[in-house]
């Protein structure tokens, strides 16, 4: 159990980027959501031990991780958004390289190892290949490969899919599904299918506050009968704008689809009841000007 | 990944720190040893020995000049050998030295490599030193491979045409100039430059050092000794050059004490040189300690704020307007009224030189180098002396013709750092992949 206590990061300027964070975030696949600048890497970089809290409290199954980064890391695996490696090492040689400082070994050694991942990762046919020659999604696995190495118990991807094409994204889910089954997996994105596809459980995030604490299920069937679609023409989207709780609008064919959320359920005219996905129910959440009592667990 | 497979991956923290060091130690000195500038320094060191070899370079400070007649003086005397390191180690390696050294962490910086090795067991410090260690014992391996060159190239190949300058082959003579003078010269160099460069991060400034003690060096240490300067003066200045050239020149070269005693004695390394080696090799650790301080404290940044700022930005957070729901979506870009017209040459040029200006206005090592030029120019000229060691009186055409050349050194020098540095400035904020796509005249 990762639990987080009135997370605190205040940049200089000053700039509130966390304004008192709180959650608690137990084994298994955990969802962070929210939009560019809500403070998810800022949460992420502090709980993978690389930026200090202005003030607030993490502790890991009891452990004060603040109080002990090196025990932390010691059982943790961070995949940050923006990274590199030295590009003048191969991807077996630079992997090699961070088992080693970590002190993670294999029965068959460390070059065994870190050729293993390597395949579990998709990457064995370039393990020798320099890393300077790869490619974004290639680098984004070698990353992947890097955070999983030593069976650490907690595991913090940061925008982990960013790079990725549409099947090394899929199997990216799988193996951190697998991974999540042993261990606290915190996934940090603003790709509102990964948290639907992969976590029980999520926070949104924004301007620094956790606005919801739910599950997908529980966050679409708040919209259940309550959303619904129409087109409409480009002088009628500012009318509707203005009148409707708007969650998504785009242009298709010259005419704008919207969907829209009514707290009533009573089907507007022109429009259609539709399910409610995870997208609507983020969108209702970023827009709204407290906190969904409903939604929050 | 299964459970059995992950659980046969083990953790293992023992040896800690000193393996952690070591491992990075390692693949830094590995790295620096494939840079292809070490390469180069390995070939102009291996054509500088050969050339000496064959009688075609000499490398000589006041004294002991093997081409001329009577008695040679032997290229293989101790003195000769000191010779050939005072200058080699601080001429040729330090430009080496520091650009390796320098920009090793800034380098890993550039790659966004250090985010991830923050987050491993790795400590700021054991990197940063580990580091520091490795580069250094790259180029001290160079060092090694430069007296082997000097012994196989001097004493041990058979050549006819240079008998008459090889002494006797004592390992001695090879082995201390290259302890005295060329490890604490490399240390220093290596340790000021890395020191700069880790604590700052700023790869401009990594050069900066170097040259200025090299020009000071160059200008003043080792060429300025006026007959009217007291001997207690003189040792000052032999105990700050870091070179141990005006040491060397003024104890031993100024006079010429015959061919005879530079062939058969040795260097009688005093306690002003020993204690000069020891203090300069003290800079360089100490500096590179400055700097790998500053790096660990910066490392995992901790932004300190007062608790003033820390209400202001919370207030400030909680008064923020909520996101807006699609606003100006649906407003065509017609309405901006955009035009496009390509700028022709003049205007692009003149935009990219408004542009440069105000980037050359923002460097700070400009606002370093200027003055130490100045101040350099400025005390060469009131020092200036005659034929008899009067003052010279100082006239325009005295003064720029007396300081054009060193002139000329300073701005070009300055003029290669800041355009190798504006060519560079597109490609290290990756803005070139846009730049490059621009309808501009390259």
């Known amino acids: ?297 | 990944m299964s459970t059995s497979q992950t659980a046969s991956m083990r953790t293992d923290s023992s040896g800690g720190s000193g393996r952690r060091l070591w491992i990075v130690a390692r693949d830094e000195f590995a790295l620096t040893l494939r840079r292809p500038m070490v390469w180069t320094l390995l070939v102009l060191l291996f054509l500088i020995t050969w050339g000496m070899s064959e009688g075609v370079v000499q490398i000589v400070l006041g004294s002991g000049d093997a081409s001329v007649g009577g008695k040679k003086a032997f290229v293989t005397s101790q003195f000769a050998v000191t010779q050939i390191m005072t200058v080699l180690s601080f001429g040729l390696y330090t430009f080496f030295v520091a650009a390796a050294a320098g920009l090793s962490v800034i380098r890993d910086d550039e790659a966004r490599a250090l985010e991830i090795l923050n987050s491993t067991p790795l400590r700021p410090t054991e990197y940063a030193w580990g580091k520091f260690l490795g580069v250094s014992a790259a180029f001290l391996l160079v060092v090694a491979f430069h007296v082997a060159l000097l012994i196989l190239f001097l004493s041990v190949l058979p050549n006819a045409d240079m008998q008459e300058s090889r002494g006797p082959f004592a390992l001695t003579n090879f082995l201390v100039p290259a302890l005295v003078i060329s490890v604490p010269s490399i240390l220093f160099s290596a340790g000021v430059a890395f020191g700069i460069g880790t604590g700052t991060r700023r790869s401009i400034l990594v050069f900066a050092a170097p040259i200025a003690v090299m020009m000071l060096c160059a200008f003043f240490l080792w060429s300025w000794s006026p007959a009217w300067l007291s001997e207690s003066a003189n040792r000052a200045l032999m105990f700050a050059d870091p070179a141990g050239t005006r040491w060397l020149r003024e104890t031993y070269l100024e006079v010429d004490r015959g061919a005879e005693f530079y062939n058969t004695q040795r260097v009688g390394w005093e306690s002003l040189i020993v204690a000069n080696r020891l203090l300069w090799l003290a800079v360089g650790l100490a500096t590179t300690w400055w700097g790998v301080r500053r790096f660990a404290r910066t490392a995992r940044a901790s932004h300190r704020v007062s608790a003033a700022e820390v209400s202001t930005a919370l207030a400030s957070a909680a008064a923020a307007p909520l996101p807006v729901a699609l606003t100006g979506a649906a407003a065509s870009l017609a309405t901006l009224q955009m035009t496009a017209a390509p700028h022709g040459w003049w205007a692009t040029a003149w935009g990219g030189a408004k542009a440069e200006a105000r980037e050359l206005a923002s460097r700070a090592g400009l606002y370093l180098f200027v003055p130490l030029i100045v101040l350099q120019l400025v005390g060469n000229s009131i020092t200036l002396i005659g034929a008899f060691d009067t003052p010279l009186l100082l006239t325009p055409g005295q003064l720029a013709a007396s300081q054009m050349q060193m002139m000329a050194v300073f701005v070009t020098l300055l003029l290669v750092f800041y355009g190798v540095e504006s060519m560079e400035r597109e490609r290290a904020t990756r803005l070139n992949a846009i730049h490059d796509t621009l309808p501009v005249n390259t």
């Open chain 1, 1 to 297: 159990m990762l639990a987080v206590r009135n997370l605190v990061k205040v940049y200089p300027g000053p700039v509130a980027a966390l304004q008192g964070v709180s959650l608690d975030i137990p084994s298994g696949m955990f969802g962070l959501l929210g939009p560019n600048g809500a403070g998810k890497t800022t949460f992420m970089r502090i709980l993978a031990g690389v930026l200090e809290p202005t003030s607030g409290s993490v502790h890991l199954d009891g452990l004060d991780v603040l109080a002990n980064p090196d025990t932390l890391r010691a059982s943790l695996g961070y995949l940050p958004q923006d990274f590199g490696f030295f590009p003048h090492l191969s991807g077996e040689a630079m992997l090699e390289y961070l088992l080693k400082l970590k002190g993670v070994g294999g029965p068959r050694g460390v070059r065994a190892l870190a050729g293993e991942l390597l395949e579990r990762v998709n990457l064995a046919h370039a393990a020798k290949r320099k890393v300077k020659d790869y490619s974004g999604g290639m680098r984004q696995r070698l990353g992947i490969a890097q955070a999983i190495a030593g069976n650490p118990k907690l595991i913090i991807v940061d925008e982990p899919t960013a790079g990725l094409d549409p099947e090394e994204r899929l199997r990216f889910y799988r193996l951190l599904a697998e991974l999540a089954q042993e261990r606290t997996v915190l996934l940090s994105t603003h790709i509102v299918e990964d948290v639907a596809v992969l976590c029980r459980r999520f926070a949104v995030i924004r301007g620094g506050q956790v606005v919801a604490l739910t599950s997908p299920h529980e966050a679409r069937s708040q919209l259940t009968g309550k959303v619904f679609e129409g087109d409409v023409s480009p002088e009628q989207l500012e009318e509707v704008r203005r009148t409707r709780r708007v969650t998504q609008a785009v242009l298709v064919e010259g005419r704008n689809r919207v969907r829209i959320f009514e707290e009533s359920g009573l089907c507007p005219e022109g429009f259609e009841p539709v399910s409610g996905t995870l997208e609507d129910a983020y969108f209702l959440l970023m827009r709204a000007p407290a906190l969904s009592a409903s939604a929050i667990a």
